[in-house]
């Protein structure tokens, strides 16, 4: 019988502690959950489709190289006509 006895405190301790963490791991998932939730208004605001986020990125990311070889060749010609005037 004392045997029972200690396996049922064990078993309650047990209980106890998983009660516990199921309750920790309610309040992060509704923390993350919520997290989610800003970050997609946000997106929204901004004026984006979260679900198109990739082709937003895309589309940035190629006018950004499109500028940086505008930019590269800006330079490039202005370096040379200084080159010129220097030589002239």
Same mark, same amino acid.
């Given at each position: ?15 106890? +502690? !998983?009660?516990?963490? &199921?309750?920790?791991?309610? *309040?992060?998932? &509704?923390?993350? &959950?919520?997290?989610?939730?800003? !970050?997609?208004? *946000?997106?929204?605001?901004? +004026? ?5 986020? +990739? ?8 006018? !950004? ?9 800006? !330079?490039? *010609? ?8 220097? +030589?002239?």
């Amino acid at each position: 019988m004392k045997d029972q006895i200690e396996r049922f405190k064990e078993l309650s301790d047990t209980l106890k +502690g !998983l009660s516990e963490k &199921k309750i920790r791991l309610e *309040e992060q998932y &509704k923390s993350k &959950k919520q997290a989610l939730s800003d !970050l997609v208004k *946000e997106i929204r605001d901004a +004026g984006y489709d979260p679900r198109k986020l +990739g082709d937003v990125i895309k589309e940035k990311e190629e006018s !950004l190289t499109k500028d940086i070889k505008s930019f590269e060749e800006n !330079l490039q *010609e202005v370096s040379s006509k200084l080159a010129e005037i220097e +030589g002239a």
